[in-house]
């Protein structure tokens, strides 16, 4: 029982400094030549824009279902006209960055720790240290430069669309005047929360894409272990949105608020 | 490198009976599990060395020794002159440049086509323009015989073709030593010839210094046993002569132990029992 609780912490402690050792590498890659540029535009475009319509969809609905269950309980105190109010704080000092977030850690995370993954058990990692590239260089900064870049314009997409969403059920379905809906949605916000609701994503963005790279890097035991390689990225890259976006969170309510 | 020897590291590599790699009493272990024990040999340039041993024996360890992708636990190993088995992943990529592996299964990249896997080195890490790297691309695709296939993915390829590509890549920045990981593994016997072919081609005819990591016996001895030579404008594969033949040095590995070093000839006469088993 000792020995297996020692041999856990063990492979524990050593995924831990893998990690911090592959961000610590991918910080000097991102300071020093070579540069691979065209990988860089490369996943730009492919996270940034090939994120794109998950997270309207997810913003638009988000923020329209958060309308439709406000409108109920703030009817209770006549209060229906604060429904934009409402969907504006929530979208984006909470829900736009972490709902963002965790449809990335869905569609990116997985996707690159199987890509990574798949690539390692056909030996073409080692195929491009043998051609003289440092992987590092090459697949991990690209991806962490463009998921800690995209994840806050990707929030502020989501952010906007979910306050249309709601806007669309206010206006339709709880019969607030258009007019009243934006002035509550200004009037909701603080001038910290867009700041939280910015900042929190390069953050949480850095984690999703960091995770889903060392995971990929780390595969081993051929297409199983990419299978598995890629289910872990996706739980540890939500449970690790939701962990950083709390801690971030109170971090920030003491430096701001 | 001998320490009274008046000539830089340059002109000994340069001389002809050069050690270009050279093992000295390496050893590397996994946890438990003995992987090479005190292993040492020494390949001289232009030389071939077949390392044949049975699956998990540390043939393939040996390749990714020198080529630093993983470190020895013991004992020293020079590439081209240099030390490889302290030195860190920075001055690592300088030695590879000099450097060419042929991995199991070729490890083509899937995304890239055949003229931008082949390419690679050249664009991406030796920044040549565009119509140098296509004119090397067009040139060693020539050689290996696969110029129609040029604009094709890897997917698109045989086995074979794969394997072809991947020696295409390999030689592409004009190493001076090549490293083949089970070349023919998986092949047919006739699609297995013309990957040999190759490997005979590139030795006789490039100067390359090859270590070639098989179980596959009929490869070993068609490579020790035959040369390559220009005639008429083509290449032509004949039988080697003896002294040809002996520049190919087989070594037998077993439970991480050499238990053989010698060329073919002496191979084939071994009364050793467990040579002659794997012989068989």
Same mark, same amino acid.
């Given at each position: ?8 912490l063990?492979? !524990? *402690? @050593?995924?831990? %400094?893998?990690?911090?050792? /592959?961000?610590?590498?991918?910080? #000097?890659?991102? $300071?020093? +030549? ?6 860089m ?6 996270i ?15 923020? !329209? *279902? @958060?309308?439709? %269950?406000?409108?109920?309980? /703030?009817?209770?105190?006549?209060? #229906?006209?604060? $429904?934009? +109010?409402?969907?504006?704080a ?27 993954g ?9 195929a491009?240290?043998?051609l003289g590239?440092?992987?590092? +260089? ?11 870049l ?5 929030t ?102 | ?18 050690p270009?790699?050279m ?7 996994f946890?438990d ?14 030389h ?39 030195m860190?992943?920075?001055d690592?990529?300088?030695?590879r ?35 140098k ?12 015989a ?8 890897p997917?698109?390829l045989?086995g ?28 047919d ?7 040999d ?10 100067g ?14 068609y ?22 033949s ?7 590995l ?19 029992p ?7």
């Open positions: 029982m000792l020995a297996s609780i020692n041999e856990w063990k492979a !524990a *402690v @050593l995924e831990v %400094q893998e990690y911090v050792r /592959l961000c610590a590498a991918a910080g #000097r890659g991102m $300071v020093t +030549r070579p540069f691979y540029y065209r990988d535009v490369e996943q730009f475009d492919q940034g824009v090939g994120s794109l319509t998950v997270v309207l969809l997810t913003g638009l609905f988000t923020g !329209a *279902v @958060l309308a439709l %269950q406000s409108g109920l309980t /703030l009817d209770q105190f006549g209060a #229906r006209p604060f $429904v934009g +109010r409402l969907v504006s929530s979208m984006i000092k909470e829900l736009g960055p972490v709902l963002t977030a965790l449809m990335l850690a869905g569609r990116v995370g997985s996707g690159i720790a199987a890509e990574l798949s690539m390692m058990v056909a030996e073409q990692i080692s491009l240290r043998a590239t440092d992987p590092v +260089r090459k697949l991990v900064v690209p991806r962490i430069l463009a998921g800690t995209m994840c806050p314009v990707l502020v997409v989501s952010d906007f669309v979910g306050i249309l969403g709601g806007w669309v059920i206010a206006t339709s379905q709880l019969r607030v005047e258009s007019g009243v809906y934006w002035t509550s949605v200004l009037e909701g916000l603080f001038w910290q929360d867009p700041w939280m609701g910015l900042i929190k994503p390069f953050f949480l963005g850095f984690a999703i894409v960091s995770i889903g790279c060392h995971v990929g890097l780390r595969t081993r035991g051929g297409t199983q272990g990419v299978g598995r390689a890629t289910t872990n990225a996706v739980v540890a890259a939500s449970v690790a949105v939701l962990a950083v976006d709390f801690f971030i969170t109170r971090l920030l309510f003491t430096l701001m608020y | 490198m001998p320490a009274e020897d008046p000539r830089t590291r340059q002109e000994i590599l340069d001389a002809t009976g050069a270009i790699v093992f000295d009493k390496v050893s590397l272990a946890d599990k003995v992987i090479l024990r005190e292993v040492s040999f020494t390949l001289i340039k232009g071939t060395k077949i390392i044949l041993g049975a699956s998990g024996a540390g043939k393939s360890t040996v390749l990714k020794l020198i080529l630093g992708l993983w470190k020895a636990d013991g004992g020293v190993v020079w590439v081209n002159g240099e030390r490889v088995d302290q860190g992943e920075h690592l990529m300088r030695v440049t000099d450097l060419g592996m042929v991995f199991q299964e070729g490890a083509l990249f899937d995304s890239l086509t055949v003229r931008e896997n082949v390419g690679y080195k050249l664009w991406e890490e030796l920044r040549w323009p565009d119509d790297v296509n004119a090397r691309v067009e040139e060693i695709l020539g050689f290996v696969l110029s129609e296939h040029i604009d094709k993915m997917s698109d045989s074979g073709q794969r394997r072809r590509v991947a020696i295409a890549r390999a030689m592409a920045a004009k190493p001076r030593v090549l490293l083949y990981d089970e070349p023919t593994t998986g092949l016997p006739i699609t297995a010839t013309t990957v072919e190759e490997i005979v081609k590139l030795r006789d005819l490039e390359v210094s090859s270590i070639v990591v098989t179980h596959q016996l009929r490869d070993a001895f490579i020790a046993t035959h040369s390559a030579e220009r005639s008429n404008g083509g290449v032509r594969i004949v039988q080697a002569d003896q002294e040809k002996e520049e190919a040095e087989f070594i037998m077993r439970d991480g132990l050499v238990c053989f070093e010698g060329p073919a000839g002496e191979l084939r006469r071994s009364t050793d467990y040579l002659k088993t794997f012989l068989s």
